[in-house]
């Protein structure tokens, strides 16, 4: 096999974008993009979960920050809910009947706001109008007609108790204790010196006639009670009639306008009835009121000022949700989804050192203000939010959001406070969040899949098409327009779209994380502008910023070259040496992705078919390099120990590594290292390798390659290049090649080699310049190839494997000549 038809062509090394392919000369001539590219997929679910009116069908938008999901999200958000209708308004109103349970009262969008005024203007006239019908002189001829009985009742009673007083020889005198009793002699009421001197039966007789005459005064007292209760409640009842004709011509305004709701009209009948009820609070002028509490002084003042803040609050009406301004559906992000942020609160003030609240200090939530729209949450951040979470899965379980604080579900204690009553909501929940939140949810909550019904899946990535490049162009005119960006120069326009293959690290497509671009395009802008003279930014300015973008970030990366320049971290470029092979790996920082070579070593012995795995021993290897690593022994048997047995013991190790090794990229190059070992045949050092194998000894794809090939140039062009050294990748990973234009400027100069392989085998012959071969029906491999060498060296030890047994049978054999026991002793005691 000729090994250089495995060499990559250089044109299959990097993803090129021509210019003048793009049709413009500047982004000044295009139409900045409308819409979003890319995710055809994702748009589709989201038209579909929007639109779609049944329980359950929330959207889960999946993606990664910076592919546009929310941008995308907004856009759709804005459209759907524009053609939607207006939801209504929810207000709460006093409840007459339990104060502590305001209602809910459900009106027509913008209503809300005309109900506070109304009622505002309701308790204006109140105070206005009931004053001056209580000083009317038709009020006084009521009050006084309705007064006329009891007053006659009053006059029969207290002339009852002087007539009976008189016939008792008594007479009668009120005073702060009562009704006193005082004797008449000689038609002269008597002193107490008089009564003193009285004879002991004179006074007898007079106690005894008292007590009689007291008694019947208390009976008659109870009758006047009765009557003075009597008279209080005829009293009220004319101010209630009095308060019900001065406030009826208003209510019948009210009823009027709100006669479409209900639960209105049933509030203003109870307000009403309230006004009557306390129509002391309205008997008084309020400019009479008002220079009576500006008359108040230190706490009294201060008690005036709560008290002024509280009055009437009763009549007042709390718009919770106010859609007046609203066009269309509600759309709310709501970016701290935190209990009281989502579910709302009932807020307090301090009041004398004591928390005081009321119906106006409740507050919404973010599901009330979207209810009939959409509510948008990043899922990390609802669920880090203590009880969040399960709240809104009790509010899509039941379709109504209740206000209570979060305290209260925790306190020992049950305290009076207000329960405001339940809102039914109808929001649609659009929550956003990464691939593994998803994942996590699905898993750990048997509920999510039965309230999050539809996936809006963002790809990181999209077909390289000459219409996708240039809706790159259009997106740079975005970014032009919106943040007043040079236009770019088509050359310019063409790096970014090289870029967007080398972030995905595939020839065929581009990113579609558009945030990585958006930042190139501002670093790439503020170099032109530093260059000075160009009007454009160029193709130059772009590369100029990709490489200053990796210099503010390979810090890491070049300490580590300049310990394999000193020699410290020690890699071959030149030379061979049997059981050593250049691996690749690749170093991921957060911002920052850059490849490296790592020697791995083998070494083969006597032994019972174990390959032992240095590192994995160490307990400094993950599972998935793990599996890939007992591949190597399933490859060996079945290529090898098919006729012969495998008395071999093989130790590999990846030298002068100190963190977790992890991954299977590294097992084909671990598998050269170790056929190179037992055939004794030296590997080139000036040549690195990378892929994973199968049982079958087909190398398989891996991750990283264009920065393990750069990480390997870069120790090369250190140490200095010479047209031999190059990188093994598989064949199945050419499509991922995003090189540097070093890279590939030196490989198309002769001065660096990348070569594909499908297998085992190839590489063998790449890394050695030695065929592997195949063997024949007998299974014998030919002379001089890889594989020959291979099974003479595991002959040998099988052979030697048999000399060592026969030995430990001969001395077994000679130490039983006695009957199996050793002479000369005496073992019966």
Known sequence: MDVNSLLVPVDKLTSYCDPDSLGFETTQELAPLEGTVGQERAISALDFGLNVDAPGYNIFVMGYPGTGRTTTLIGFLRRVAGERPTPDDWCYVHNFHDPLQPVAVRVPPGMGRQIVHDMSELVRDCLREIPGAFESEEYRAQVEDAMRGIQSQREAITQGIEEEAQRQGFVVQPSSAGIVTTPVINGQPISREMYNILPDDTKAVLRSKSEALQEYINRRLVELRRVEREAYRVRAQVDKDLVRSVTGPAFMDLKEKYKEVPALLSYLDDVREDIADHVDEFRVHEEQRQQQQEQLQGEAAIMRDIVEAERFSRYKVNVLVDNSRTKGAPVIFEWSPSYYNLFGRVEYRSRFGTAATDLTMVRPGALHVASGGYLAIQAKDILINPLA?????????????????????????????????????????????????????????????????????????????????????????????????????????????????????????????????????????????????????????????????????????????????????????????????????????????????????????????????????????????????????????????????????????????????????????????????????????????????????????????????????????????????????????????????????????????????????????????????????????????????????????????????????????????????????????
């Not at 943040?483 to 595939?506: C, I, M, Q, T, W």
């Not at 092979?581 to 791995?600: E, H, K, T």
């Not at 920065?707 to 991922?736: W, Y």
């Not at 085998?761 to 592997?772: A, D, F, I, K, N």
Request: aromatic share 8%.
């Open 389 to 829: 979470w399960e709240t809104l899965k009790r509010v899509l379980r039941s379709g109504e959001v209740r206000i209570e604080n979060f305290a209260e579900q925790f306190s020992s204690i049950p305290t009076a406070t207000l329960r405001p009553q339940p809102i039914p909501v109808n929001t649609k929940i659009i929550l956003m969040g990464t691939p593994y939140l998803f994942s996590l949810l699905q898993r750990a909550d048997e509920d999510f899949g039965k309230f999050f019904k539809v996936k809006a899946d963002f790809d990181l990535s999209m077909e390289k098409t000459p219409d996708n490049a240039r809706f790159y162009a259009a997106f740079v005119c975005n970014r032009c327009r919106d943040l007043n960006v040079r236009p770019f120069h088509k050359s310019g326009v063409a790096k970014l779209v090289e870029y967007a293959s080398r972030v995905v690290e595939d020839q065929t497509r581009l990113t579609t994380r558009f945030i990585d671009i958006a930042d190139l395009i501002t670093e790439a802008d503020y170099w032109a502008r530093h260059d000075g003279d160009s009007k454009a930014v160029m193709g130059a300015h772009v590369a100029k910023a990709i490489k200053e973008k990796i210099f503010r970030s390979n810090l890491p990366e070049e300490r580590i070259q300049r310990l394999i320049d000193e020699g410290t971290i020690l890699i071959d470029a030149e030379g061979a040496v049997a059981g050593q092979v250049n691996g690749l790996s690749v170093y991921m920082l957060g911002d920052y992705s850059f490849g490296r070579p790592v020697r791995i070593t083998a070494r083969t012995s006597l032994g019972r078919g174990q390959v032992a795995n240095i590192d994995r021993e160490a307990q400094m290897t993950g599972r998935i390099h793990n599996k890939g690593f007992f591949i190597l022994t399933s490859y060996l048997m079945g290529k090898f120990g098919q006729d012969r047995p495998l008395n071999v013991r093989v130790s590999i190790g990846f030298e002068q590594t100190y963190d977790e090794v992890e991954g299977d990229s590294a097992s084909a190059a671990e598998l050269y290292a170790l056929l190179s070992s037992l055939a004794g045949i030296p590997i080139k050092q000036s040549i690195a390798v990378t892929g994973s194998v199968n049982q079958f000894g087909q190398v398989q794809a891996i991750g990283g390659a264009t920065h393990k090939i750069e990480g390997f140039f870069d120790v090369c062009k250190g140490k200095g290049l010479t047209g031999r050294q190059g990188v093994v990748i598989p064949r199945s990973n050419v499509k991922n090649l995003v090189l540097r234009e070093d890279v590939v400027e030196a490989v198309k100069s002769g001065m660096f080699n990348v070569w594909a392989v499908d297998s085992i085998e190839q590489g063998m012959e790449v890394l050695t310049g030695v065929p592997m071969g195949q063997p024949d029906d007998k299974g014998a491999y030919p002379e001089g190839a890889i594989g020959y060498a291979v099974v003479k060296a595991l002959d040998r030890l099988a052979e030697k494997a048999r000399d060592l047994a026969r030995q430990e049978g001969g001395d077994a054999d000679s130490g039983s000549a006695n009957g199996g026991q050793p002479s000369g002793h005496d073992h019966s005691a």
